[in-house]
């Protein structure tokens, strides 16, 4: 593959008409890194993919690779690939062709573009199937062969639109786990947009969450996840209560909280619902202010000391567990 460059938004912004899509965001992706768009429906992530690929024009501001503008070159000459979210696959190809359809349109002579074919399906575990057509193919396997076809090109930065969300769960969770090997291999910048928290957590590196066309909070996963600066994300990503408290409004993550008596608690609750999940059981209580907050606990502690609907709890935390946010 190609040398390794950094990819960076610099303030940049789509417009339709009056809607503001992307707000002037900015962010530098390390080059060889896994990130993840993540953030609802219609908060602008497909549309900030679709300007780093060139299959959108930028309103303003302006995208580097390796310190080179590549804000209005054509897709084909940005050292960019990208993944479509339904794979855009041509039903009456076969694998092989479809692989090779980039290098043919190029001018690309017939044995050159059939082993650059051979040489990615080989990579994404395709090559028995070459001669097959689409829809002979399972889910997965035609996943595949979009991945092989996008790579084919030798990007720089592969881009990737929800790639996983038309997969079924079991799949989608294999599928993940062949995504990050891959990209691991290739040493090569992935950006992959999704509505999914799990899947963004499982495979990023860098996480950019992205609320109403802004950029919400950036930076490396752990980081974003532990320490969430605004109620928008502490709820996005999951696993975090916010909680109201008379200095402000916090974050502490379901697993820090701890059932205590009443008389000992940060928070007084009574107990709505109790969920029992395998390893661990989710406790949700109602607290002061109407507000309702989860706790989540081991099965052993949870049936080692057993609570009922109904019941008053106490919830207490670490002070170094809470967070304080934004808003």
């Not at 989710?282 to 309702?292: D, F, I, M, R």
Request: charged letters at 20%; hydrophobic letters at 45%.
């Amino acid at each position: 593959m190609n040398q390794k460059l950094d990819l960076e938004l610099i303030s940049l912004t789509k417009r339709y008409g009056a809607t503001v899509a992307v707000d002037a965001i900015g962010y530098h992706f390390s080059a060889g890194t896994y990130a993840c768009l993540l953030g609802p429906s219609g908060c602008g992530k497909s549309s900030t993919l679709r300007m780093i690929a060139g299959h959108e024009n930028i309103s303003d501001g302006s995208i580097t690779l390796g310190g080179r503008d590549i804000s209005h070159l054509p897709p084909a000459k940005r050292g960019t690939a990208m993944m479509f979210q339904n794979y855009a696959l041509f039903p009456h190809l076969s694998v092989r062709d479809n692989v090779a359809f980039s290098l043919k349109m190029s001018g690309v002579d017939t044995a050159t573009r059939r082993a650059r074919a051979g040489e990615m399906l080989e990579l994404v575990d395709m090559t028995a199937l070459a001669d097959r057509l689409p829809a002979q193919l399972s889910g997965g396997q035609q996943q595949r062969a979009a991945l092989a076809r996008a790579l084919i090109t030798k990007p720089d930065v592969l881009l990737l639109d929800e790639p996983l969300s038309a997969l079924d769960p079991f799949l989608r969770i294999r599928m993940r786990a062949e995504l990050k090997k891959l990209q691991r291999e290739l040493g090569i910048t992935f950006v992959h947009v999704t509505h999914g928290q799990d899947e963004a957590l499982a495979l990023a590196d860098e996480i950019v969450v992205m609320n109403d066309a802004k950029i919400e909070q950036a930076g490396k996963t752990r980081n974003v996840f532990d320490t969430p600066k605004t109620a928008f994300v502490a709820r996005f990503l999951g696993s975090h209560n916010v909680v109201a408290m008379p200095d402000g409004m916090i974050a502490v993550r379901s697993d820090a909280l701890k059932v205590t008596p009443v008389e000992a608690a940060k928070l007084p609750g009574t107990i709505t619902n109790i969920e029992y999940q395998g390893t661990h059981v989710a406790l949700t209580a109602t607290v002061p202010g109407k507000q309702e907050v989860t706790a989540l606990l081991s099965d052993k502690e949870f049936f080692g000391n057993p609570k009922d609907l109904g019941e008053a709890i106490g919830l207490d935390w670490q002070a170094e567990a809470a967070h304080a946010l934004a808003r």
